[in-house]
């Protein structure tokens, strides 16, 4: 859900970017290719009907904009937030004054993504760590047992947890303290037991007793995406439980409980052999299945009430000015807690930069979001304080994710992922009132980078061929990145070795 760091793309925005020299794309042979031509940001070079821009320097990529505005701004090379490298993330860039919807629905079914109103797409035969726009078709989305959790989780914190009011009180006072002398460890965010009273404490899972001893956020964390983190953090967890005293305490729960079975049937005079045979058939237990509704309906009272709000940010609702602040307030904590950055590198500007201005023309109203399209953030209040917010796109085919932040005091909550399992959840809805609307887009996938593989959890995922523009379930990709971490995905090829060019 993270397309691009702020401070990536604030040179762009301000007309400044390292640019490589025109030697690349002669040595790529792109003798046809018009970006040779560097443009600097300014408003002359605006192109209003753009077209056949090579990009990939090796296809003329059709692309008839209708209306749109952009501006080129040329390749950027810099600093790679994922392999941590200087001057080895190559990006291609556009800046745009306006978008319509289509035209950049049409851009991201070709690999570009916009982060505020800067448009890149990166090049992903030099870059160091390729990115492939993924996207999940929801009809068919299944849920994991790890989505299961998280989901569960939730519920059963806005069924019977403490007021979010008092846990937050506590929380805000901690902070306060902190911003007024930023120096040395962040406060410690609440753990799994802060959330129940003590009665609700004992029947915690094994997971949940893990959380409590990660109480402290290391002020050296590294700046990764916060799914990634949730997703690590719970895979470690599993294999702890693997091999802790959790899981064994589990297991050896089971033993007991069938060792005494056994002995009370032998008590009774059954023979082992029927005695096998009863305890076969008492295995067979009817399978519950509950699906994403199953669990997002189940959210109507509670001691805590969520509310998930859409408004509109381009331009700037009403309802979105009046909660501006708060939300740069809960932007600016969970960047510096989760992502380490400096107080005062979290400015307002550079937050409305990159999460509020939008180039994307707005369609309808958010009163009826079915009919309406643009840039909107959801905000998830739970009893009026604000916990999380989605910045999404809604675009003719699909929900585009452009960030997700939360109050990192929640965050065993999971919020990463349950945030995105809720735009799921979200688009499956738009589709009922929209049909056209059928995929989910996550941004990038990045195979090379391990910790921003969880993007693939989503079932069923499609990853778009870098060279052709058709999509491809993630399974069949996969081995080819195992084997190389730039692939194309489609293997039509002619005889005389050109490939169809899409537009
Ligand atoms: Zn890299």
Known sequence: MKPCHPKKIGHLLHGRRNSVDNKDDQEDGAGLCDCTQRAQVDTSQVDKSYRSYRCSHRFMEELTLSGSQLVRTGKSVDHC???????????????????????????????????????????????????????????????????KKVLRNMNKYLLKGKPVQSLSETKRKEWNKYLANPIGELPAPHSMSDFYDNEDASSRSPAEHNERGKSRVNAERRKTDSLSEEFSSRKGSFVDSAVSNDGTHRKKAKVIRHENKVNKLLSQGYSEKEIHERLKTSKVVPQVSSNLEDYMSKLESGTNKLLIKLVRTSPKSKEYRETERESFQLYRKYQIVIHGDEPNEVT??????????????????????????????QQYWINGTLIAVGVIDILPYCVSSVYFYYDP???????????????????????????????????????????????????????????????????????????????????????????????
């Open 348 to 377: 307002k500007s550079g937050f409305v930069g990159f999460l509020v201005d939008s180039p994307l023309e707005p369609v309808g109203s958010e009163n009826d979001p079915s009919s309406s399209y643009g840039s909107f953030h």
């Open 81 to 147: 937030g994922y392999c941590k490298t200087d001057a080895s993330s190559i990006c291609e860039g556009m800046l745009a004054l306006s978008l319509n919807v289509m035209d950049y629905q049409n851009l991201i079914d070709h690999g570009w993504r916009r982060s505020g109103r800067y448009v890149y797409k990166p090049i992903n035969k030099k870059t160091c760590c390729p990115m492939y726009t993924i996207r999940c078709e929801i009809s068919s989305f299944h849920l994991s047992k790890s989505h």
């Open 409 to 503: 005091d929640f965050k065993v909550l999971s919020l990463g992922t349950y945030g995105a399992l809720s735009e799921i959840f979200f688009t499956k809805n738009l589709k009922l009132a929209n049909p056209m609307i059928q995929f989910y887009y996550m941004g990038y996938y990045i195979h090379s980078c391990p910790k921003m593989r969880y993007k693939g959890s989503f079932p069923p995922s499609f990853l778009l061929c870098p060279e052709n523009y058709t999509w491809h379930p993630i399974e069949r990709c996969l081995p080819k990145l195992d084997l190389s971490k730039y692939s194309r995905f489609h293997e039509e090829i002619r005889a005389d070795g050109s490939e169809l060019i899409r537009g």
